[in-house]
């Protein structure tokens, strides 16, 4: 059985993941900002073990690496992410140029850059002390320069171009310690985040996500794949 780590599990893709390991008889570390209200999560049944964590706070990072240790992770999955204040089918939620929220985009990127960044710094010896040693983070097709023939989403995009970036580059450098570490888009999915209108539900992008995961080989480090196993435009 493997042992995964997932950040913002109390909603949405993470809290789907998290579901499906523990059903599937993995220990599962189950993070989110506040574990009080957390209640889909406390009702998983398994072997989950449930974490405060802000990816945006440094201290809470530290804390959560005292709590883990040097306990060997299989799979540290970097799910928590921030679009914005307005989802895409609001007004606003297409950040238009000229319309451009400078404080939310440093926040977007503090959430979706820059803690994944911190996360794999603070937990890779884990990853690479496992028997997996495999190291994800969300991305999205939005994050895709040769993909993007629509415009708009300056901050959300920019964000998530700086997650293939950072994963890019951690499937090169930390090849060396055995770990297999790449950028997944989860398809557009029907979460708080997607909204009503997306293509397919959680359970469909999780199922599909975690049979891509359990296939992945260490040549597949640094590549950008879809829940699906199709490969991605940079
Ligand atoms: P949701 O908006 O439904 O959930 C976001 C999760 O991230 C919540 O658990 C939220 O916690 C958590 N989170 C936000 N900020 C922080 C923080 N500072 N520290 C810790 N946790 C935080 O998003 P989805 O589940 O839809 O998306 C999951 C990932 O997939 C994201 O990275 C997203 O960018 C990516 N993605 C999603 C797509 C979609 O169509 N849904 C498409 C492409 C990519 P809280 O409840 O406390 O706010």
């Not at 406390?42 to 709590?67: F, M, T």
């Not at 040769?146 to 994963?167: E, F, L, T, W």
């Not at 985040?193 to 080989?217: C, F, H, Q, R, Y």
Request: proline fraction near 5%; aromatic fraction near 6%; charged fraction near 25%.
């Amino acid at each position: 059985m493997a042992t995964v780590l997932i950040t913002g599990a109390n909603r949405g893709l993470g809290l789907g993941l998290a579901q499906l390991y523990a059903k599937d008889g993995d220990k599962v570390h189950a993070c989110c900002r506040n574990p009080d209200s957390a209640s889909d999560l406390k009702a998983i049944e398994g072997d989950v073990v449930i974490h405060a964590l802000d990816v945006e706070d440094p201290k809470s990072i530290a804390a959560l690496k005292a709590a883990i240790g040097d306990e060997p992770i299989d799979i540290l999955l970097n799910v928590a992410g921030y679009y914005g204040k307005y989802i895409v089918s609001e007004p606003g939620g297409m950040q238009d140029f000229g319309d451009t929220d400078y404080d939310e985009w440093e926040k977007i990127n503090r959430i979706n850059v820059i803690g994944p960044m911190r996360m794999a710094e603070a937990f890779a010896d884990n990853v690479a002390a496992s028997g997996q040693k495999k190291l994800i983070t969300l991305s999205s097709i939005l994050g895709s320069i040769g993909g993007n023939d629509v415009g708009k989403m300056y901050p959300y995009r920019a964000s998530k171009a700086g997650a293939n970036a950072i994963m890019r580059s951690m499937g090169l450098d930390l090849k060396e310690k055995g770990i297999t570490a790449l950028p997944m888009h989860p398809g557009w999915v029907r979460t708080d985040m997607g909204g009503p209108t997306a293509d397919i539900d959680t359970e469909t992008s999780v199922a599909g996500m975690k049979k891509v995961i359990a296939g992945l080989k260490p040549d597949d480090a640094g590549r950008f794949i879809a829940y699906d196993g199709s490969e991605l435009p940079w």
